[in-house]
């Protein structure tokens, strides 16, 4: 049996948890963890403004930009990762999605000298780029 649940109040919640509970032998129980246009809206929507420049840099590169690109269009690249924490675990605290969500961006570092660090650009996975576009659209 697969289940999907959406909504609910906080006593629906309660009382459908304890019921896992009493049957937590017989079940098992994943978290979903994907991204949809649903919770990549609310992910722009509470997004700090460093985090909504990147990705729309990103989007508008087709799910990458470059360093180089960036800093050549004035961006500052000392916090995008801090930044993008922070909006994922406000996501979580708010409720909007659960903990451990993958970042939709991620820094892609140099493979030549991995030790160095360096930021080489940022990427979104391919299948993330049509969910993000909508949701930076609306």
């Known amino acids: 049996m ?10 629906f919640e309660e009382k459908l948890l ?17 991204w ?9 929507r509470i997004a ?5 420049t990147l990705l729309n840099d990103v989007l508008h590169g087709g799910g990458y930009r470059a360093a180089s690109d960036l800093r050549d269009m004035g961006r500052d ?3 995008p990762s801090i930044s993008l924490t922070k909006t994922l675990t406000k996501g979580v605290v708010d409720g909007l999605w659960p903990s451990g969500m993958p970042a939709p961006i991620t820094a892609d570092y140099g493979r030549e000298k991995p030790q160095n660090k360096k930021v080489e650009g940022y990427r979104m996975a391919a299948e993330l780029v049509p969910i993000f576009t909508v949701a930076a659209e609306g």
């Open 77 to 79: 690249l000392a916090g």
């Open 2 to 11: 697969r289940l999907v649940i959406e909504g609910g109040s906080a006593a």
């Open 36 to 44: 949809t246009v649903e919770r990549a809206k609310d992910f722009v």
């Open 18 to 34: 304890a019921l896992f509970a009493e049957h937590r032998d017989e079940l098992t129980v994943e978290t979903d963890r994907e």
């Open 48 to 52: 700090t403004p460093p985090v909504r």
